[in-house]
């Protein structure tokens, strides 16, 4: 019973998703419907989520110790339903007729999928919530086929992501060789000295390939490949959402089994992350730095914004968990907003930064919320961004991992440049649209609108980005 | 007055009326107009109240205000002010009531930009009040955002340009500062308090390498602030482009920042770096002296040459700071008033001369005098200021600065005096042209009414008296400053 209970959520979700493709089946062609089914799960599995938080007794691991529900369980599923809500908002207008019952559906599956991630308490249950999230989202990736490059793209994101998910599955079958055991319910590392020279090493190799799955989906240098050429052709909405959402969910998984003591114990496994970490936050900001195309320089500075949630796992301890926690909280609702405003800005074409031109005075409301998504993304006090690194950077330098806070904070001016680049081309010589003197060349000034429910989403996220510096302390100091 | 929040108050003022000025109807243009006015002479009011109540002749902090933002990694919201905040503070709200009075003759989007007027105010008297060190980037980032609208919408044919470039290095000037202020907490204390971080850094207790690398990054943020050179090619440019309410609040305030920034954060916090960084900055200073008046002497166009004689002018302030004895402190302090005071009056000016005639071309504006006898009478007066006449404002604080800069790098202070002489000969020649000379055939005209309007009188007169009210009688400021200028000289043993 209790465990019926403490996975409301994760049932509410699942039958809506299966739920919706059945009443298609049944009533085709009421995607308004399905529309607000898809809501409504969403938030009443957030209610569930509430429910469990609050009531005594339901924490603790279930099914043979293969799931966990506790404190990071619910911060996840609220954080995950919260961002599903606002991708449905967002695509209230472009998603309203037509394949409706596919896109809410996997939708929501992929969201289950997360949550599974995030729950799970074996590397066999995460293997399955991982593949349970990429799924629908291949699929999703393409479900507006006539948009140029979106076949290509899922094709793409497919083909890469089995391939990283085959060699993060040889991972864990080498890990069970060398550790006997697929659980991480308490730790799936033991503690320094348990293990011998032969088995570590052993350890390390099946470390290593898992890594290499999850860094798949959280786009960590050098896994990042697939990520430019995907976010810039496949459907907006979907990209918005896979470059957000699975990001939260694997980071907290990758939590969940390295734990705060796997850097001080195995200083291999420690450096390897930390050069994937630098690698990351370099390569990412210096060459989103060069980028036109704005879904590709979102897509670089998620290779950045990685490797900033890396240093999480270099330094350990209870501060990095907070701090990681509350960035990707941020992260979460910045990168969102950012990607939406991308999505207003056209649905089914490359945005190039000319694209930005003079958005200011077209749509200020937009244009504003673009601009506090990004400078939270990039730091900037006293919006919430700011708080999440610089408590990233407090845990990193007091782990001891000074050198890595620096570059990090070095690599955050760079990433100041291209942030600053859209913000110039929005607010640049603005014009206001009152203004009668027309000048040559200014015929972009035409005033732009918005679907009102993708700029409710936007203001949203714009709102979290800014505000949850100000008020959200509390998630910051655990 | 004990124990009630002034420094809150005169933070909350200008905010309370932005929202007012949000929440009434664009239409109403004359009401937000006056309600500007309004709020603008209340925070004067309430400076000048702080001033009246300010005990003479103590250098530390009063009036201190603190509440925890973020205990957990020690932020907070802390204000307080003293000897050299408080100039700066009343320049502030003095301009800014000028400017709302001046901005009674706008016509277009007055709402914003009387919005804009005030979310700009919060700014400048939050960076001289803050002492935090997020508190104090706060407020420094939010200055910048009303005054690039400023010149993005209100500027003149190149405003674009002009905008973007002030954006541009001022913001990438103020992120290499944001990382200089997190190297002050990470090396420092382990707090942003910045009278705890200025407390470390006086008992020494930042190594000498780690003091070069934080005042290398706050220098550059302060730098572009100033403007020091070479870092002052956005000036001209923005000067140029900006509406007359912009140039003035940033000639007259924004450019004070910087050098704030220098003698608060800089000198308290990292004495070692300062003195062995203080010929080099000494020198830059003299550099941008002459360099200043020198490229000044060349313009064309009279906003520009305000805007290079600023440079020059805020020269001397560099001297003062890079001098860092009492009589260099208490002439950068001095000069940094002043110079608000008297080029505030001249970007008015300058202003008003281009309302009238459509042009700021030197070569074309003839016989301001016959045309508006009382324009030709300020604006003559304002030239004299700003080229140092003594027994007016620029004086004082030019000829204190360069006392200070004697005592400590007399050969590099010795090559400032070309300026000074290249400063009387560009104003001069100016004032001989614009206000004298008798028009040409293809002088710009102008018919209009011969008598300045009231509003812009407003804007000018206060100024002038105080201009003329320092130059003669500047002891109750020096009494003000030089407490805070002493401490500060012990500081680095000058």
């Not at chain 2, 503070?89 to 919005?115: G, H, I, N």
């Not at chain 2, 910045?194 to 390498?209: C, D, N, R, S, V």
């Amino acid at each position: 019973m209790n465990e019926l209970l403490a996975f409301s959520p994760e049932i509410v979700i699942t039958l809506a998703g299966v739920g919706v493709i059945l009443f298609d089946a049944i009533w085709p062609g009421r995607g308004r419907v399905e529309r607000w089914i898809t809501l409504g799960a969403m938030a009443a599995a957030a209610a569930c989520a509430i429910f469990i938080a609050l009531t005594p007794g339901l924490y603790g691991l279930y099914f043979q110790g293969a799931m966990r529900v506790d404190v990071t369980t619910t911060f996840a599923r609220l954080v995950f339903m919260a961002a599903g809500a606002l991708i449905v908002l967002s695509s209230w207008a472009t998603q309203g007729e037509g394949d409706t019952a596919e896109y809410y559906g996997l939708l929501l599956l992929s969201l289950l999928g997360e949550s599974v991630i995030v729950t799970a308490q074996t590397l066999l249950v995460l293997f399955i919530g991982i593949e349970l999230l990429a799924l629908p989202c291949y699929a999703l990736m393409a479900i507006r086929k006539h948009k140029p490059g979106a076949v290509r793209a899922a094709l793409k994101y497919f083909l890469l992501g089995m391939f990283a998910s085959i060699v993060m599955l040889y991972g864990v079958a080498i890990l069970f060789g060398s550790l006997q055991t697929i659980s991480y319910a308490n730790g799936l590392f033991p503690a320094a000295g348990v293990l011998d020279a032969a088995r570590t090493s052993v350890a390390m190799v099946g470390f290593l390939f898992l890594f290499v799955g999850l860094g798949f989906k959280v786009t960590a240098f050098p896994f990042h490949f697939w990520s430019p050429d995907v976010y810039a052709s496949g459907s907006t909405p979907v990209v918005a959402y896979v470059a957000t959402v699975p990001k939260v969910a694997v980071m907290l998984a990758l939590w969940r089994i390295l734990g705060p003591g796997f850097g001080a114990a195995y200083p291999l496994g420690q450096m390897f992350i930390a050069v994937v970490a630098v690698t990351s936050m370099v390569y990412g900001n210096v060459v989103a730095l060069l980028q036109d195309d704005v879904r590709r320089m979102l897509a670089y500075a998620g290779v950045a914004n990685a490797g900033y949630m890396l240093m999480a796992f270099v330094a350990g301890g209870a501060a990095s968990h907070h701090a990681l926690g509350f960035f990707l909280v941020v992260y979460t609702f910045a990168n969102l907003g950012a990607f939406l405003v991308v999505m207003a800005m056209g649905v089914d074409r490359s945005i190039s930064m000319r694209d930005f031109s003079g958005l200011g005075a077209r749509n200020g409301v937009l244009a504003a919320a673009m601009a506090l998504c990004l400078f939270s993304l990039a730091g900037t006090p006293p919006l919430a961004g700011f708080f999440g690194k610089f408590a990233l950077f407090k845990a990193t330098v007091d782990g001891g991992f000074a050198w890595l806070a620096l570059i990090a904070l070095v690599t955050t001016v760079v990433s100041v440049g291209y942030y600053l680049k859209i913000a110039t081309q929005m607010y640049g010589g603005i014009v206001t649209p009152q203004e009668d003197d027309a000048e040559p060349g200014r015929e972009l000034a035409a005033p732009f609108r918005v679907a009102p429910a993708l700029t409710g989403a936007i203001l949203a996220c714009a709102a979290a980005a800014a505000l949850l510096g100000l008020f959200g302390v509390g998630l910051l100091t655990g | 007055m004990k124990g009630t929040p002034v420094l809150t108050m005169l933070l909350l003022v200008p905010l309370a009326a932005s929202v007012v000025v949000l929440l009434l109807p664009a239409s109403q243009a004359k009401i937000i107009k006056w309600f500007t006015v309004a709020a603008t002479a209340l925070a004067l009011g309430v400076s000048v109240a702080i001033a009246t109540a300010f005990p003479v002749g103590s250098a530390g902090m009063q009036l201190l205000e603190s509440v925890p933002w973020v205990p957990a990694v020690g932020m907070a919201y802390k204000v307080g002010v003293d000897g050299l905040s408080l100039p700066l503070v009343l320049l502030t709200t003095l301009l800014c009531f000028l400017s709302a009075l001046y901005t009674l003759r706008l016509e277009k989007q007055v709402k914003v930009f009387c919005f804009l007027l005030l979310l700009l105010q919060i700014g400048m008297i939050g960076v001289f009040l803050a002492l935090d060190a997020v508190l104090f980037y706060v407020f420094w980032e939010l200055v910048l955002v009303p005054m690039f609208f400023m010149i993005g919408i209100w500027g003149g044919e190149n405003r674009r340009y002009a905008s973007v470039k002030f954006f541009i290095y001022t913001l990438i000037g103020s992120v290499v500062m944001l990382l200089g202020l997190l190297l002050l907490y990470f090396w420092g204390p382990r707090t942003f308090d910045m009278q705890a971080i200025i407390a470390w850094g006086q008992a020494g207790k930042f190594t000498l390498e780690q003091q070069y690398w934080i005042f290398g990054a706050l220098f550059l943020g302060f730098a572009v602030k100033v403007p020091i050179f070479p870092f002052h090619t956005w000036l001209p440019d923005a000067h140029v482009e900006a509406p007359t309410v912009g140039s003035v609040l940033l000639a007259g305030v924004l450019l004070k920042m910087g050098g704030y920034g220098l003698l608060r954060v800089s000198l308290g916090a990292l004495p070692q770096a300062f003195i062995d960084f203080s010929p080099y900055l000494a020198a830059l200073g003299v550099i941008g002296i002459v360099y200043g008046a020198a490229v000044a002497l060349t313009q064309k166009d009279l906003k520009k040459m305000v805007a290079y004689s600023s440079v020059s002018h805020m020269g001397f302030v560099v001297l003062g700071i890079a001098a860092a004895n009492a009589a260099g402190v208490d002439g950068a302090a001095m000069q940094m008033f002043t110079h608000g005071i008297i080029t505030g009056m001249l970007f008015f000016l300058v202003g008003m001369i281009y309302e009238r005639y459509h042009t700021k071309e030197i070569a074309k504006l003839r016989g301001v005098i016959t045309a508006v006898p009382a324009l030709g009478v300020i604006f003559t007066f304002a030239c004299f200021a700003s080229l140092g006449l003594p027994g007016l404002a620029g004086f004082v604080g030019e000829f204190t600065s360069l006392m200070g800069g004697l005592q400590t790098f007399p050969v590099t202070t010795a090559f400032a005096v070309i300026g000074i002489v290249l400063t009387a000969a560009y104003f001069l020649r100016t004032m001989q042209s614009v206000v004298f000379a008798p028009p040409e055939e293809d002088s710009a005209r102008y018919d209009g009414p011969k008598t300045m309007a009231w509003t812009e009188l407003a804007a000018v007169l206060p100024l002038a008296v105080i201009a003329l009210t320092i130059g003669v009688f500047p002891a109750p400021f020096f009494n003000l400053v030089d407490p805070v200028a002493q401490a500060l000289a012990k500081i680095v043993g000058r």
